[in-house]
């Protein structure tokens, strides 16, 4: 016990990948800080095993010696499912009404335990092959797990729905709970803030929620000077950045813009 004690050096790493790029931070557990981040964005016409090979000779501190390494897929290839309704032996069945599945792809779930329901996603497998030769054993889950889970925690003893949008550069996912209940999660791509402004208040229009009542909380890649922000802000009333206070002081950040742009990645 006292030798694995010894050998643990409380570093962690997590990286988030997308088609379109990833992000990745470095954690010093023992001390709550983070210790190395980064934003790198791919190319379309270069395959994801050749930019991920340039990350990892760009960035050194990746090959560092951690004892814990997470892999967040960050796609919208997923679908929440009751754990009354999962069938394991069929998880593709869950995803064939809002992606394109074949029958070659290989499917996941993460468990969001204390909330009875499970997120079956397809994970790029491509990228795990890549990434089991340089780091070895890791945990992977989908971005959206992590997402929904933590705004589920934050919805305690919050009796009103509750709009929360995480912004992306090309997509967005919406978000609505209920004192810890999940009411809708979807998501949308989009290329304006007109784009984003439709899909935003069709969805509060298909939940009877008015824009003159209902909260809308946003995160992610978003500021107050962002163009979606100002839009929202002129046709809902009650529209504001995400407040993340806790995660903040967690790992000691200088400020809540970074917790709030990478509320994912720092979750983990």
């Not at 983070?34 to 930019?51: A, C, M, N, R, W």
């Not at 074949?102 to 990434?131: C, K, Q, S």
């Not at 009877?208 to 009542?213: A, I, V, Y």
């Amino acid at each position: 016990m006292n030798d694995a004690i010894t050998a643990k050096n409380y570093k962690k790493l997590s990286l988030q990948i997308a088609a379109n790029g990833m992000s990745f931070a470095g954690f010093d557990t023992l001390n709550r800080e983070v210790t190395t981040q980064g934003q790198v964005s791919f190319s379309k016409t270069t395959p994801l095993e050749d930019e991920l090979w340039k990350v990892f000779v760009q960035h050194p501190e990746l090959k560092l010696q951690y004892d814990e390494v997470v892999v967040l897929h960050d796609n919208n290839f997923n679908s929440f499912v009751p754990n009354a309704l999962l069938d394991e032996n069929y998880p593709g069945s869950y995803l064939q009404y809002n992606t394109r599945v074949f029958e070659a792809d290989f499917f996941a779930w993460d468990t969001l335990g204390r909330y009875d329901i499970t997120n079956v996603y397809v994970p790029l497998m491509n990228v795990n092959n890549f990434l089991i030769e340089r780091l070895g054993a890791f945990e992977y889950k989908n971005t959206n797990s992590i997402l929904v889970e933590k705004l589920l925690d934050a919805s305690i003893n919050i009796d009103e729905k509750q709009v929360f949008v995480h912004v992306q550069d090309s997509h967005f996912e919406i978000v609505v709970v209920k004192s810890q209940k999940l009411l809708l999660y979807n998501s949308f791509e989009y290329s304006s803030a007109e784009d984003f402004l439709y899909y935003l208040l069709f969805t509060l229009e298909q939940l009877l929620l008015n824009p003159e009542t209902v909260t809308v909380w946003l995160l992610g890649k978003v500021s107050q000077n962002s163009p979606i922000f100002t839009l929202a802000y002129t046709y809902i009333r009650n529209v504001a950045l995400y407040n993340p206070a806790a995660l903040a002081q967690k790992w000691h950040l200088d400020t809540q813009d970074d917790a709030l742009h990478n509320f994912i990645l720092f979750n983990t």
